[in-house]
């Protein structure tokens, strides 16, 4: 069924699913943003564990959709995955080491002998939450402000940037996307806390750290939405594939296809009404649910204004030509059929994710239920 | 598997002897994860001329492994772990064996790709994309040498499981510890193991043969074969000669030889040639085997003819870019150029010859633990049955010690597979040269030393937390932290 399709077609299918990839690993860094709370949220040892013990149980969904989405831009867009590895090679290693740090720390926190003390890993966890969500959208900022990189005629990467891809986090544009992305991982982490942890003191607290994080990433989100309506995109003819800078490109994207931008209206409301019900209702738990499908819907929309309507989604500022677009940058045509053979199981995934996901939060998280489970962080 | 006979008998016992061995496992399973990430991640930064080159393959499985094997392993693991008082009993044994198919169906994938490195099938060259593109999936998929390296490397991994099993169980029976758990762990760790190390034997062969046909370079050097001989005998221990002696043709210092075994290992036939890496280096015409320059002309003609159609494409010189396009799609030109497209990229005969020290002495340690591991399992299951493993306190205390030899003996297996068939990134098309990123060495240097130093300490964590769980032994489990 899949062979009748053209390239294209299968072309932009597959950036479809790497969108909603990205996206759903936002909502999922709630984990993140709840590494950097423990500290404001838990205010003894007690209240730690919990925190520590709610956020352990869903660790890997994030981690495992982090490589998923790795994984899957590799296969259906390689040339990216060659480009901006290879090139914005620190900002790949440091995401990769808060990652890599994380993966220990969980596990290692409270065991006997683990070497280096709680504290540590807990600084650990800290790291992560603050590095992975700002470098991550540091990265996806670059998919409209563009990098300094050339391809030659081999497809072979050279850098041109001068702190290979650390310089992306000067720009403002970027920069606010990435403390954008911290700040909603927060926001996604208090209501979560709201939801799955049965502790008067931490309900309290979260509710007061919802507000404390909602103002500044209302700052930085909007600053980057209404800037990226205003700047010059990267278009590319689809005849000739010459690309060129457009005005108003990203804006034009949204008018050209009002689709994306019901998608993106629908997911800002989201976001705002379920953080207004958790701020004004007295004890609402359901906020994670509007905030989390509201993310999901945003940074979707954002991910497709990057990469449909001829626009390169991974546009080089130095050299225009060697820009990136779905369409040179993707797999072969038969690879990218097969794949999507395998895309028919991502809904049967879901299916017992959701499942699992279901049957282990029947219990909510308290110091009673945390005192007859034997498996603790 | 205890979990199973848990279930099924409904003896608390068997859920004591399940939840140690767990816990056990998480503990590893979050440097297992550690590490993970990290070949993803390099694929991309250090080796992105690879990641481009190959993509188009290498992407497929790990995308497959991301949405089939990680995901069924990372929400049952949480069933695993948290689920005991949440979800009943079946479920959560489907969900344990449901972590231990997501575990192989995860080392599938990555094996697939890492098969095809060693033996690129289903795939063709597309000079417009200067890339190799997959032509059938289940070529890539089903190729021998993939499946015959999954069943290699998984049988490997319960082998070293069960050693480890046995060793931490024996410690137990030695203390007078824990004796019930020790002893039914020891039961079943010990023909679980016996069964996996005789298969690991016959995938082992299976193996020797397809390097034969696939890396014959890599044969050679894993038995220090310098000159090509029918009958060839198998070198069961040896001590190699320098550099220069080797060449020369005088290989080995010591050696014990098997008569003909070599060649009826490698092809089923006692007489068969089987070539030493100076038929390689300097050809031998008689058995039809091309000489590294001469490879090396072959693959540089390859090279030159893309480049050319990549200047006549840009130069606008369409009929000539047509008529080079062609070539890559022309069976003589693929057979005797294209195929040794790799070789395009080095002059010297030295650089195409692995190290040969370092296989051979890996290749041997490997054989020889794996047998040593059969005997060891043999003799424990022995014991057992005989009901006299208490009073056996040699083999006892020396199980422990076979849990590091376990560990070599795989590591050695994965060098033998790695460096013998340098300087292959993908063999015969892309050396290691051509494969990484352009990065200066400074930068390669200071990723190298934080990743060196940040899992010494992980792993000082790592072996700390587990040997104090192991003292800590199973008696406090469920209930108390």
């Known amino acids: ?377 | 598997m205890m979990e199973t006979i848990y279930v099924k008998t409904g003896d608390p016992e068997w859920q004591k002897i399940t939840r140690f061995w767990m816990k056990l496992f998480g503990i590893n399973f979050a440097i297992g994860v550690a590490t993970g990430i990290i070949l993803e991640f390099e694929f991309g930064t250090n080796w992105s001329n690879y990641s481009w080159f190959v993509g188009d393959i290498f992407g497929a499985p790990l995308a497959i492994e991301g949405i089939m094997a990680f995901f069924m392993e990372s929400t049952f693991i949480a069933i695993m772990f948290f689920g005991w008082n949440k979800v009943s009993k079946k479920f959560h044994l489907a969900s344990s064996w449901l972590v231990a198919i997501g575990a192989n169906l995860s080392a599938l994938w990555i094996l697939v790709a890492n098969a095809w490195m060693q033996n690129p099938t289903g795939t063709a060259f597309n000079p417009e994309t200067a890339r190799n593109e997959m032509t059938s999936f289940w070529d890539v998929l089903l190729s021998p040498v993939a499946v015959n390296k999954f069943l290699h490397t998984i049988t490997s991994g319960m082998v070293l499981a069960s050693i480890f099993v046995i060793g931490v169980s024996a410690w137990f029976l030695l203390k007078k510890r824990e004796t019930r758990m020790a002893l039914r762990s020891i039961t079943v760790a010990s023909v679980f193991g016996l069964l996996a190390s005789v298969s690991l034997a016959l995938t082992g062969d299976g193996s020797a043969k397809q390097i034969a046909e696939v890396q014959p370079m890599k044969l050679a050097a894993m038995e220090g074969l310098y000159n090509g001989k029918n009958e060839a005998g198998l070198v069961a221990v040896g001590i190699l000669n320098g550099k220069e002696k080797r060449e020369a043709g005088e290989a080995f210092a010591v050696k014990l030889e098997m008569p003909k075994l070599l060649s009826w290992l490698a092809y089923s036939d006692p007489q068969h040639f089987v070539a030493g890496i100076n038929d390689f280096t300097k050809g031998n015409a008689g058995q039809g085997i091309l000489s590294i320059p001469e490879k090396v002309e072959r693959g540089k003609i390859a090279r030159q003819t893309l480049t050319d159609f990549k200047n006549a494409q840009s130069a606008g010189n369409l009929a000539k870019a047509d008529s080079l396009k062609a070539k890559f799609y022309d069976k003589a030109f693929l057979d005797n150029n294209f195929k040794y497209f790799g070789y395009g990229f080095n002059d010297e005969v030295k650089y195409y010859v692995p190290n040969v020290p370092l296989t051979f002495y890996s290749f041997h340690i490997m054989v020889i633990l794996g047998f040593g591991f059969m005997v060891f399992f043999a003799l424990f299951l022995f014991f057992s049955a005989r009901g006299e493993l208490p009073q056996r306190k040699f083999w006892l205390w020396l199980a422990p010690w076979i849990i590091p030899l376990a560990y070599i003996a795989s590591e050695a297996g994965w060098v033998v597979a790695e460096l013998g068939r340098q300087p292959w990134t993908v063999q015969d098309l892309l050396p290691t040269v051509a494969a990484v990123t352009k990065l200066d060495t400074g930068t390669v240097m200071v990723t190298f030393i934080l990743f060196a130093v940040t899992f010494t300490v992980l792993a000082i964590a790592e072996v700390n937390i587990m040997v104090k769980a192991i003292k800590h032994g199973p008696k406090n489990e469920g209930g108390t932290k």
């Not at chain 1, 700040?183 to 209501?191: E, G, H, K, N, V």
């Not at chain 1, 930085?220 to 995109?233: A, Q, W």
């Open chain 1, 1 to 377: 069924m899949f062979e009748t399709l053209s390239h294209l077609v299968l072309q932009q299918y597959w950036w479809i699913i790497v969108s909603l990839l990205g996206s759903v690993l936002v909502f999922l860094m709630f984990v993140q943003g709840g590494q950097t709370l423990l500290g404001n949220l838990g205010k003894n040892e007690t209240e730690r564990t919990i925190l520590v013990n709610s956020l352990g149980r869903k660790w890997e969904f994030t981690f495992t959709t982090l490589v998923t989405f790795g994984g899957t831009f590799f296969a259906s867009f390689p040339l990216f995955y060659a480009s901006s590895f290879g090139g914005a090679y620190w900002v790949w290693i440091l995401i990769l080491f808060a990652f890599i740090i994380q993966a220990v720390s969980y596990e290692f926190r409270t065991k006997a002998g683990n070497f280096l003390g709680q504290k540590t890993y807990e600084a650990f966890l800290y790291i992560n939450g603050l590095l992975g969500t700002i470098l991550i959208g540091t990265a996806v900022g670059t998919f409209f402000t563009g990098s300094q990189f050339s391809l030659n005629t081999m497809n072979q990467v050279t850098w041109e940037g001068p702190a290979r891809g650390l310089e992306a986090a000067l720009n403002i544009q970027n920069l606010s996307l990435g403390l954008a992305v911290f700040f909603l991982s927060r926001i996604l982490a208090t209501l979560y806390f709201m939801n799955n942890v049965d502790e008067e003191t931490i309900f309290t607290r979260s509710k007061r750290h919802l507000l404390i994080n909602t103002v500044p990433f209302l700052v930085f989100f909007l600053f980057f939405l209404v800037r990226l309506m205003f700047i010059d995109g990267y278009a590319y003819n689809p005849e000739t594939k010459i690309v060129h800078l457009e005005p108003y490109k990203y804006l034009h994207n949204f008018l050209d296809m009002p689709l994306v931008l019901a998608i993106l209206l629908i997911g800002v409301v989201g976001v705002l009404y379920g953080i207004g019900i958790s701020l004004l209702k007295n004890k609402c738990t359901k906020g994670i649910w509007f905030v989390g499908s509201g993310t999901i819907l945003t940074v979707m929309s954002l991910f497709l204004i990057a990469g449909f309507n001829h626009t390169a989604f991974y546009p080089s500022s130095f050299d225009l030509q060697s820009s990136l677009t779905i369409e040179n940058a993707s797999s072969s045509k038969f690879t990218l059929t097969t794949m999507s053979y395998v895309s028919l199981m991502v809904p049967f995934v879901i299916a017992y994710m959701w499942y699992a996901w279901w049957s282990m939060n029947k219990k909510k998280i308290n110091r009673e239920e945390l005192k007859t489970e034997d498996h603790l962080y």
